[in-house]
């Protein structure tokens, strides 16, 4: 059991660029969620995927973010002309249908 | 609304000294209470999941309990290693909502 896995752990860049995220799943989930973590606050629900498509979206989630799942596997993050306000750690969770979701280690963003 | 409220926020402890932390709920069709312990620059890790009132549930130093209205985590003679924040969720419809959490200090 491999557990979720983040790519990067963390990543550093200037204000208006672009960046993406990857998160791996444990293997037999078919649901992938994002979460975002600042500091001292609990995860805030960004967007989560069953299999290939995507369910629910936060109101957190501006047009500046996109989320891919392409092949129900892995599942990419993107964000677009980034903030300083977008520094954070971007929580990647897995899970069967309904059952408990297990986390990732995080990527940190910090954005200068 | 939908809400989740720890406390307390911090809570510094000497080693062996019990104590219970709180996560009350808010929520329309409660689906699952979760806990999750987080350390540092990590990400949470799954502790206990509660699906109705009276159900508790064991691991090693920590007991989890829920009622209708909140959950407790009790830690029975904590040791430094111990030290983490735990975060309390809870499971609405098909997303989690995390409480703040609370960040314990186990001092040796």
């Known amino acids: 059991d491999t557990g979720v896995s983040q790519d990067p752990r963390h990543k550093i860049t200037k204000r208006g660029q672009n960046v993406t995220f990857r998160c791996d799943p444990i293997?037999?989930?078919?649901?992938l969620y994002w979460y975002r973590q600042t500091l001292g606050q609990g995860p805030e629900f960004l967007t989560y995927?069953?299999?290939?498509?995507?369910?629910?979206k936060s109101r957190l989630l501006s047009d500046r973010f996109s989320a891919e799942r392409p092949k129900g596997s892995f599942s990419t993050l993107e964000i677009q002309r980034t903030e300083q306000g977008d520094s954070a750690m971007y929580l990647c969770?897995?899970?069967?249908?309904?059952?408990?979701?297990?986390f990732g280690p995080g990527t940190r963003l910090t954005v200068l | 609304e939908d809400q989740v409220t720890q406390s307390p926020e911090a809570l510094r402890l000497q080693e062996g000294e019990s104590s219970s932390l709180n996560c009350s709920y808010t929520?329309?069709?409660?689906?699952?209470l979760f806990w999750y312990r987080q350390d540092p620059g990590k990400g949470p890790e799954f502790l206990f999941t509660?699906?109705?009132a009276g159900e508790e549930k064991e691991k090693e130093r920590l007991k989890a309990t829920l009622t209708k209205k909140e959950s407790f985590l009790h830690i029975t003679a904590p040791k430094p290693e111990d030290s983490a924040t735990y975060l309390c969720?809870?499971?609405?419809?098909?997303?989690?909502?995390f409480g703040k959490g609370t960040r314990l200090h186990i001092l040796p």
């Open positions: 995927f069953q299999n290939e498509a995507q369910l629910e």
């Open positions: 969770a897995s899970s069967r249908e309904g059952d408990t979701q297990y």
């Open positions: 509660l699906y109705s």
């Open positions: 969720a809870v499971q609405a419809r098909d997303k989690i909502i």
């Open positions: 929520v329309s069709g409660l689906r699952g």
């Open positions: 293997s037999e989930h078919n649901r």
